[in-house]
């Protein structure tokens, strides 16, 4: 299992943002902080580093989504 | 009771909601380290690339276990490219190198660390003038510093060099030709205060991609930053841009004349700055650094050939996109920024299109406030610590200093303690020179017989291969040892291989793009028999030492390298039983910062770099007591050295504090596409991947994301081709041809008659096609535009 520490900044616009936080969360492999500002932390939980990496990609093209950005990676059982 | 997976999560929630709050707020909240029993956390700057983000590595039983952004650091904000958080992994591929191993008989074979020392003694006591060190930008600064050593104090030929000459040789020429000292005057600091960022042939949305979101999110939280690119080919920094500006290869010169051209032209140029702090400067031949001066109305009659019409011929960049950068520096109030890596510098122009860089901005002005710089970025880690700091080049000394001059080996030889004549005032032989004369039979004039490589992989990362390195392969007398972690082309290729320790499997310290100094220490150890670089520099120092070359004492008759400890006592470093009895880079270290004041790139102890996420240099001791960094060159607001006048280039080449702003023609490639090879070839690199992928390849998730290199091609050139997206094709240019399978509408998008093609990947060796023709000042090759033609392979 390797668990990330995400930072999703999300769209400015009220409705897409509204939306794409519907969809974060109902994904399972996703846990939701508390929104600051546009600046949505998030865990993510993946099956391998690679399944993670491949998370990422998928929500940096999420409608809602501006960027994606990976503060912390833990990978200790693939190490 | 929480359970591990739990625990995971929510420190791992914990840093998020730091980093949100951080990056929303521009808070400065720290996250705290992860308190998991048993993991413990220290800081290291990143392994890859020029920009020096810093990470926290969590350590478990002698292994990285994990990677954070680290929070403190002022480079990256706690933040960290797809390559960055996997950099742990990067230790651990499955064939890392163990054991010395030497070729008997065409089989690499097993030796002893003491065989192995005893045989590179020996090559270099058979023909001491005929044995170069090859290293690189990811040396770190101990490392290199202990390599320039041997070489200079040392054996005394001068003749070492580094990877570093294919990538940044061009701004190094190109700042001491316009300042009179190398590395530029402004740091990251710009990129948050620049209201333009004009891209000069660059992709930091994939080469130093946490410095380009540092933008991004400046625009993000409602700032306005006009982006602009100028390119040869749509990358993904085109999609961030205001503007994409295409221009024919080489045609950057052409631009930025006409720019100059434009300023002249309109009256907009800054008189008050140029009367104050400049002076021009044309061409010699041969052509030097110093050049010869020329008036402000021989400058401008040079220039009123490059009408916006005579630039669009050249470039292929439209007047109007011209007249809008021309408006852009003509306006006093906006604050540019430009920036560029190895667009500017992989050219045969190389040194020429950088000092006309630094003239636009001279120029106009646009020089010495935050945000207003013209700003070069490394692509090694090290590039400007190790290599342009420690000065590991064939006419470098450290700090700036040159064989060249006497009173440079003066200085050197006294901080050495070395009889006057020692150093030698000859240069040794450039990248391309060394290399070209190590694959030449003795009789031929290939008077370098034996290269050690540390840390780099020039059977894949040299241009024209075909030439420069698989020629000495098989010249009887040639020896090729090679210093690295896994096994490269070029360990594969080797005579002698030894295992090396790698990033944080030993103590370093690297310099970034910034001149920012950074430190950390060994966490875990290196696998099997696997040691330092720089251990291995000293033990054949040593071992030289002891079968009785003279160099390797100095005036007193001490070693080199001797080290005493805190008591005074001489500690054998060279037995690695020993080495870490003491700690050998700060010791090497408090040496070389004597040298960082000639040129005032002054250094702190050793001890202020443990503290801190690094320090830009030069660094000045305050009347406290403390240690102040430098954010703004020249800049009197913050330089303690600019102390007559706003701005002080108080390295002038003409000696009175002035930069030289100088004119250089456009001029054609040395090839171009012909009918015989009627393709543009262009290479360089891709996000995943980190130059020749010896480590990223050899991580999972980065490999698979990026599994092989390939070539880019426009879709109509596809078509005329008859080929499809993911066929093969056969690249070939006049030195060497190689197949892989084509990606139409891919990463990049080049214009119809370029073809891109990325390095990383050791199975499609593309510099069997690339050139090896080099500025004449730098010497720095072209990897980015050559000849080719281009046809789909043959069916079965």
């Not at chain 2, 040396?139 to 294919?166: C, M, S, V």
């Not at chain 2, 199975?763 to 072209?782: G, R, V």
Request: net charge neutral; aromatic share 8%.
């Amino acid at each position: 299992m390797v668990v990330s520490a995400l930072v999703l900044l999300l769209s400015p616009e009220p409705e897409r943002r509204a939306r794409v936080l519907v969809d974060l969360a109902a994904d399972p492999r996703l846990t939701l902080g508390t929104l600051v500002r546009d600046r949505l932390p998030v865990v993510a939980e993946a099956a391998s580093a690679g399944d993670g990496a491949a998370l990422c990609d998928e929500l940096a093209t999420c409608d809602g989504v501006v960027r994606v950005d990976v503060v912390a990676i833990d990978f200790e059982e693939h190490a | 009771m929480i359970d591990r997976r739990a625990f995971l999560k929510a420190t791992a929630m914990a840093t998020a909601t730091a980093a949100a709050a951080r990056l929303a707020l521009h808070d400065v909240a720290e996250a705290e380290p992860r308190t998991e029993a048993g993991v413990t956390w220290d800081k290291a700057p990143c392994r890859f690339c020029g920009t020096g983000c810093h990470v926290q590595v969590g350590v478990k039983g002698g292994r990285v276990v994990a990677i954070a952004g680290d929070q403190k650091a002022e480079v990256n904000k706690g933040l960290l490219c797809v390559k960055g958080y996997h950099v742990g992994l990067a230790l651990y591929g499955t064939d890392r190198l163990t054991r010395p191993l030497l070729r008997k008989n065409g089989k690499l074979e097993p030796i002893t660390w003491a065989q192995a020392i005893d045989v590179i003694a020996d090559r270099v006591l058979a023909n001491p003038a005929g044995f170069a060190i090859y290293g690189s930008g990811q040396w770190t600064i101990p490392e290199g510093y202990a390599a320039q050593k041997l070489i200079k104090a040392g054996i005394g030929n001068n003749q070492i060099d580094p990877n570093a000459r294919l990538c940044m040789a061009s701004a190094v020429t190109g700042f001491l030709s316009t300042y009179g000292v190398d590395e530029p005057a402004g740091c990251y600091d710009d990129l948050d205060r620049c209201d333009v960022l004009l891209i000069w042939g660059n992709n930091p949305a994939e080469m130093h991609p946490v410095l380009f979101s540092r933008v991004i999110d400046r625009r993000s939280r409602g700032q306005q930053v006009v982006l602009i690119d100028l390119t040869t080919r749509r990358t993904r920094t085109s999609g961030f841009c205001d503007r994409t500006m295409m221009f024919k290869p080489h045609g950057d010169l052409a631009i930025a004349n006409g720019i100059a051209h434009l300023l002249l032209e309109r009256g907009s140029w800054d008189k008050a700055f140029v009367d104050k702090y400049c002076n021009f400067r044309k061409r010699t031949e041969p052509p030097t650094l110093d050049g010869q001066a020329m008036t402000f109305e021989e400058y401008r009659r040079e220039l009123a050939y490059y009408t916006p019409a005579k630039v669009e011929e050249l470039s292929g960049v439209s007047p109007a996109d011209l007249g809008y950068l021309a408006d852009l520096f003509g306006d006093r109030k906006l604050r540019i920024t430009s920036l560029w890596c190895m667009g500017m510098n992989q050219h045969t122009r190389g040194t020429a299109i950088n000092d006309l860089v630094h003239g636009v901005h001279l120029l106009s002005g646009h020089f010495g406030k935050p945000g207003d710089a013209p700003t070069s970025l490394t692509g090694q880690p090290s590039a400007c610590g190790t290599v342009r700091e420690v000065g590991t080049v064939a006419n470098g000394l450290p700090g700036g200093l040159v064989v060249t001059n006497d009173l440079h080996r003066k200085e050197a030889a006294a901080i050495w303690n070395l009889p006057a004549d020692r150093i030698s005032a000859k240069p040794g032989y450039h990248t391309v020179e060394m290399w070209r004369r190590f694959s030449t039979p003795k009789d031929q004039g290939g008077d370098i017989d034996t290269i050690w490589v540390q840390v780099t992989n020039p059977a894949r990362s040299l241009p024209n291969l075909n030439t420069l390195f698989a020629p000495s392969r098989k010249i009887p007398g040639k020896f090729l040892i090679v210093s690295d972690v896994y096994p490269t082309a070029t360990a594969m290729a080797a005579d002698l291989v030894l295992p090396s320790a790698m990033w944080v499997e030993k103590n370093g310290m690297f310099g970034n793009s910034e001149r920012r100094t950074q430190q950390w220490f060994k966490m875990v150890p290196p696998p099997g028999e696997a040691r330092d670089d720089c251990w291995q520099t000293i033990a054949v120092a040593r071992r030289l030492h002891d079968r009785g070359h003279p160099g390797m004492k100095d005036k007193d008759g001490k070693f080199l390298f001797h080290v005493v400890d805190p008591k005074g006592v001489p500690v054998p470093i060279w037995d690695w039983a020993r080495y870490y009895d003491v700690n050998v880079d700060e010791h090497l270290f408090e040496e070389y910062r004597k040298f960082s004041r000639f040129k005032h790139k002054d250094l702190a102890p050793y001890r202020e770099y443990v503290a801190a996420r690094g320090l830009r240099w030069p660094v000045v001791k305050q009347p406290d007591g403390t240690w102040r960094e430098t954010r703004f060159r020249f800049a009197k607001a913050d330089d303690p050295y600019a102390t007559k006048a706003e701005i002080q280039f108080y390295h002038s080449v003409t000696k009175d504090d002035r930069a030289l702003i100088w004119f250089h023609p456009w001029e054609a490639p040395p090839e171009t596409p012909d009918q015989e090879f009627p393709f543009w070839l262009c290479t360089g690199r891709v996000l995943e991947h980190w130059h020749t992928g010896t480590m990223t390849m050899r991580i999972p998730q980065l490999a698979r994301a990026m599994p092989q290199a390939y070539c880019e091609m426009n879709r109509d050139d596809a078509r005329k081709l008859g080929v499809a997206d993911g066929e093969v094709v056969v690249i070939e240019s006049r030195r060497g041809k190689l197949e892989l399978p084509v990606w139409l509408e891919g990463r990049g998008q080049p214009p119809p008659g370029t073809v891109f093609v990325p390095f990383f990947d050791e199975s499609i060796a593309i510099n069997l096609a690339t050139l090896d023709a080099h500025d004449p000042l730098s010497k720095q090759p072209d990897y980015k535009k050559c000849a080719v033609r281009v046809r789909r392979q043959s069916r079965p």
